[in-house]
């Protein structure tokens, strides 16, 4: 079986039924706080800003890295890295997705009597120097807002796997961590939203961020003995 079969096989095998429950769960909050922030403007989006990362932290936490199914096979770290990290991410941005499309679905299907309509445009500030103020759409600042905690849920699962081969002040450590990574992550994404050079640098920070704690992720199941002496 080569690499790919591999991380797939053992990431389908970690969806288990309880796997499963949590994503619907996250599903079904997104999609309520979706909707309700289309009648009452900021109350879902600040709650699902709140939980988005924790959520994504504890999708981090929920694969069983211990198997020990997984230690007798001719297997590599990364291999399983890997395969933890889709398990773990595809949990992760359950909850910010089903909220951007919940939303952007009750804005089209209510049109005017949408608050959104009702606010209008946002104004957002800008150097005068490069032109007058921007004018933003309100509906596209709240999915702006769902796609960066989309990506900050991600990172915070990833580093939060590493939290699983720890136990005690350690594990304590790296589930901090893995929440400051994921709200790190939002507000250098959020911070130059209006600037598409920076933006873009923000996303690749973001991504490099994620890609190094999957990369050590990897490297620390490399050396990982699930039976000490």
Sequence with gaps: MNALRATFAIARREMRPYWLYSVGARILLGAALGTLDTFRFGQGLIVMMILAVPLGVVAGLEPRIRDLTYFIAPLYGRQLARAYAVTAATAAFALPCAFLVANILSVRVLADSAIYHDIGFSWTSIDQSRGAPLQVPTEWLVAGVALAMTVASVIASLVGLSATLR?????????????LSGYFSFLIIAATAFDVPFLLGAFAAALLLGFLALRAFGETLARYDPVPY
């Design 167 to 179: 136990r005690g002040l350690a594990r304590t450590a790296y589930v901090a961590l893995a929440c």
